[in-house]
């Protein structure tokens, strides 16, 4: 039977049955809809809407349907509309009326937000640790390769020297944030909305501090329109989900390109790599591949739910039901894709030498050649002029800076002298950049002791 069963003389269309349920998505959510069950019968209980038996025979039910669930001794029924029906229908199925007592004071509008805040909670609980976990990862890779030079690149140009592990603390930057993000959607979230009923409340005597604190909530909700209609809980995770996957889409495209013949800076474990089905010799990123385009998948989440909130009147309309298919999938494809990057980055080989060699080239060092000018008393405008045109006369000749004779820098400026090219030595010029956030492989070894002492693990 519906919950809604009474006000109708026939039964709802089979396709448009279909159509409205929800059971095959929100089933997921069977153990919070249980939790907030319990809770709530207990107060009903306390609250003397119940008797204190009853409320007890409740709860005692909700939890055998919860054990047997988890044994396996029941299953869900999928013919039923969601899982509030199945929860009901089976206590009822148990306790006879006692059961049907359970939604006294309770409307589904309330019980499916309070649903999808602990279900979202406990989620984002798990992404917090799997983030970390990456963040803690890009630490350690960052600690053994401080000192790794490679080229740091704008416009996708060779543009001046970096280390390999400055360039992975970048992420952990991202990372953080993210981890920050996540933080603040749950303080949003941690609001109780049972009690708010359909959306006017109720005339029973409801202990709403006494919900929230059985279920773990800051405490209530204080307005029951705004509590049964608000989504901006699914909006914000949905929006930290989304840059939390454009930094990992960033970081795939990375290690896709580093991973190429072109760069070879790196050479993924062949557990994280694939084949080609006609050329032998191919060994493909096709898990960062996946990462990079999953993150569209994640975006389109985000963009679902803005959309469906955006014209919707207060309080609950049926659009809302919407809410759950988007913002699950942006949670399981989140954590699929830091389940899966973390081993990646933690077993990839880093070519160290390959990286240096390509620093070596590109002419990266040609700000510190100016620097050393200046040094001199040149004004840097004239320093990066008189570099400029030493840099076009090493192209001309098939020169680097390091190879460039002194006699021919002294053709371009008297400053010139043997010093030049200990100025100029690529280690030289990561060491000396040891302004706050610099690559400089003490900044970068203090940067990630830094971050892993935030996320509270030991080196």
């Keep these: 039977m519906k919950l809604w069963a009474g006000r109708f003389h026939k039964e709802l269309d089979k396709t448009t049955d279909d159509f409205n349920s929800s059971i095959s998505f929100d089933s997921r959510m069977v153990k919070e809809d249980i939790q907030g069950s319990i809770a709530h019968a207990t107060m009903l209980g306390e609250s003397g809407v119940l008797a204190q038996e009853e409320a007890a025979k409740i709860c005692q039910g909700l939890k055998d349907i919860l054990a047997d669930l988890e044994s396996g001794k029941l299953s869900i029924d999928e013919t039923a509309e969601d899982v509030h029906t199945f929860v009901e229908g089976e206590l009822t199925a148990r306790l006879g009326d006692t059961g049907k007592r359970l939604h006294t004071a309770r409307s589904r509008n309330d019980q ?151 760069f070879k800076f790196i050479e993924l474990d062949d557990a994280y790599s694939t084949g080609s089905s006609i050329m032998p010799q191919k060994k493909n990123p096709d898990i960062a591949e996946l990462v990079r385009g999953k993150t569209g998948r994640a975006v389109g989440d985000m963009v679902t739910l803005y959309t469906m909130m955006k014209g919707l009147p207060l309080a609950y309309d049926k659009d809302m039901q919407e809410d759950k298919e988007a913002i699950f999938d942006a949670v399981d494809t989140l954590s699929m894709c830091l389940k899966t990057v973390t081993p990646m980055i933690a077993t990839m080989k880093v070519l160290t030498k390959n990286m240096r060699a390509a620093a070596a080239k590109g002419f990266i060092n040609a700000t510190d050649c100016a620097d050393y000018l200046v040094g001199k008393g040149v004004p840097f405008r004239t320093a990066y002029k008189i570099t400029g045109e030493i840099v076009a006369y090493c192209i001309e000749h098939n020169l680097t800076l390091e190879t460039l004779p002194i006699e021919t820098y002294k053709k371009f400026s008297e400053n010139f002298d043997e010093g030049i090219y200990d100025a100029i030595s690529l280690e030289r010029c990561v060491n000396g950049r040891k302004v706050l956030g610099g690559p400089a492989p003490e900044n970068v070894e203090a940067q990630a002791k830094q971050v892993l002492a935030l996320l509270g693990v030991k080196e």
């Design 112 to 262: 499916v937000a309070v649903d999808l805040r602990l279900y979202l909670k406990k989620e984002c609980a798990e992404l917090l640790k799997l983030l970390n976990g990456l963040t803690e990862t890009m630490c350690r890779k960052a600690l053994e390769y401080k000192g790794a030079v490679m080229p740091g690149y704008t416009h996708m140009q060779r543009a001046q020297p970096v280390t390999f592990g400055h360039h992975l603390m970048a992420y952990a930057e991202m990372f953080l944030r993210d981890a920050g993000r996540l933080q603040d959607a749950v303080k949003r979230m941690d609001y109780c909305p049972l009690g708010s009923c359909a959306l006017a409340g109720t005339t029973y005597p409801l202990k709403r501090e006494r919900t929230a604190e059985l279920l773990g909530f800051a405490g209530p909700t204080q307005n029951s329109l705004d509590a049964v209609s608000d989504r901006d809980f699914c909006l914000e995770l949905s929006s930290a989900i989304a840059i939390c996957m454009v930094h990992l889409s960033r970081l795939s495209e990375e290690i896709i390109l580093w991973c190429s013949w072109e």
